[in-house]
């Protein structure tokens, strides 16, 4: 509260001006800003940030000497190729980066007896007119009993008959659920991919709710395939002096010239 003190003490000249002393008491106002604090921190909600939901590799149980093995109905690998052009990755019409994508299902055949054209290329296109398009096609469709219960649980979360924290635990259990035909998907980054090439492979493991997938190196019989591929095509896929070209040009544009 404020308090006006006046000072009458002491002789004063005849019409001398009258000290006035002014006292005010902030510890009401301290209180109550205390209060209010306390009142906004108790009944105020947060709101959640929207990320992206990414679902992991799962660490399920399996022993030693099935860890890199998986039936051959549902094993797919995937060798990912960047096109360049020159020294520079190439770009479609739209400016996005061409990267191509070499794919086969179960046990490389590097007889070409059983299957000699085994390997087969796609492109990362994404949905045209809402329809998967590209490797989300091929991904989709062999993890299709998983995505069709996505989309259930998906439709139920929109028609608010479940929240979104029941959506999300419901949609990591669909993703892991031992029951359901799930792929195992191999992604093998060629020599001349980018990082957005394998980054763009993983999103499509996230969109297709695909859960067992690790990423290794092309290996002998991959390399096989590729030269099968490249004969049977006459397209050139292993260009093993285009990184050398790029790292070379690159080292080039950042030394100073002397």
Request: glycine share 4%.
């Amino acid at each position: 509260m404020a308090q006006i003190e006046q000072s009458d003490g002491g002789k004063k000249k005849k019409g001398a001006q009258k000290k006035i002393a002014i006292h005010v008491d902030f510890t009401p106002m301290v209180d109550m800003n205390m209060l209010l604090i306390t009142f906004f921190m108790l009944c105020t909600t947060m709101i959640k940030s929207q990320t992206l939901q990414i679902i992991l590799p799962t660490n399920e149980q399996v022993s030693d000497q099935n860890k890199s093995q998986a039936k051959q109905s549902e094993a797919i690998t995937m060798i990912l190729d960047t096109e360049y052009n020159g020294d520079r990755p190439a770009v479609d019409e739209n400016g996005k980066t061409i990267h191509n994508i070499y794919y086969y299902e179960g046990i490389a055949d590097t007889t070409f007896q059983i299957t000699p054209n085994q390997l087969k290329a796609e492109h990362f296109v994404g949905n045209v007119n809402h329809e998967a398009q590209g490797i989300r096609r091929i991904l989709y469709s062999k993890n299709e009993q998983v995505m069709q219960r996505y989309q259930e649980l998906k439709t139920r979360w929109k028609n608010r008959e479940i929240t979104k924290e029941q959506f999300d635990s419901a949609a990591r259990k669909n993703a892991g659920d031992s029951t359901l035909t799930r792929p195992v998907v191999v992604i093998k980054p060629g020599p001349n991919t980018t990082y957005e090439g394998l980054i763009n492979a993983i999103d499509e493991m996230n969109i297709n709710q695909i859960s067992r997938y690790s990423i290794e190196l092309p290996t002998h019989a991959d390399t096989l395939l590729l030269r099968n591929y490249e004969q049977t095509h006459g397209v050139t896929i292993i260009r093993p002096d285009v990184r050398t070209r790029t790292n070379r040009a690159t080292t080039e544009a950042s030394t100073p010239n002397s």
